[in-house]
């Protein structure tokens, strides 16, 4: 498993690749292919054909790690390369991390992590009066507004 920080940036190949290729024609490919450095320390990512196989190339301070997996049954998800610019397409780190663990992310949902109203709520003697505070981005919630 790969520990993964959410800043890394991770680039997947949109043409499958020859897996008899090492580190240096991976390079190279980066290189020529893509038009990127490979010694960002970005990740490059590169599947055969039959989906079965990932390799990940990066760049680390003093040398290249190559990363290779092979599923023993079924394939690795399809990536949509239609927003795709070039030899490749960018996905986030969260994204490789669920596709090398075999999440389905067609039907994997991500939950919001925002309350979109807060309601604070007090009795008096003329009845109960709440207080609504929008948060940044809500449209239509008035920020501070005062019901009765």
């Given at each position: 498993m790969l520990a993964?920080?959410?800043?890394?940036?991770?680039?997947?190949?949109?043409?499958?690749v020859d897996f008899r290729r090492g580190i240096d024609s991976l390079?190279?490919?980066?290189r020529d292919g893509f038009g990127d450095d490979p010694l960002s320390g970005h990740l490059?990512?590169?599947?055969?054909?039959?989906r079965d196989r990932v390799k990940i190339i990066v760049w680390d301070r003093n040398g290249f790690w190559l990363h290779s997996k092979r599923l023993e049954r079924g394939t690795f998800e399809s990536i949509d390369l239609t927003h795709?610019?070039?030899?490749?397409?960018?996905?986030?780190?969260?994204?490789?991390?669920?596709?090398?663990?075999?999440?389905?992310?067609?039907?994997?949902?991500?939950?919001?992590?925002?309350v979109r109203?807060?309601?604070?709520?007090?009795?008096?003697?003329?009845?109960r009066r709440t207080l609504a505070v929008a948060v940044a981005g809500d449209r239509g919630a008035q920020g501070g507004a005062a019901r009765a």
């Open positions: 993964l920080s959410s800043l890394a940036r991770v680039f997947v190949a949109r043409e499958v390079h190279s490919l980066v490059f990512v590169f599947f055969n054909r039959f795709a610019s070039g030899g490749r397409v960018e996905i986030d780190a969260l994204r490789l991390q669920l596709l090398l663990e075999g999440i389905e992310l067609r039907s994997a949902r991500s939950k919001k992590h925002f109203e807060i309601r604070l709520g007090a009795r008096d003697g003329d009845g």
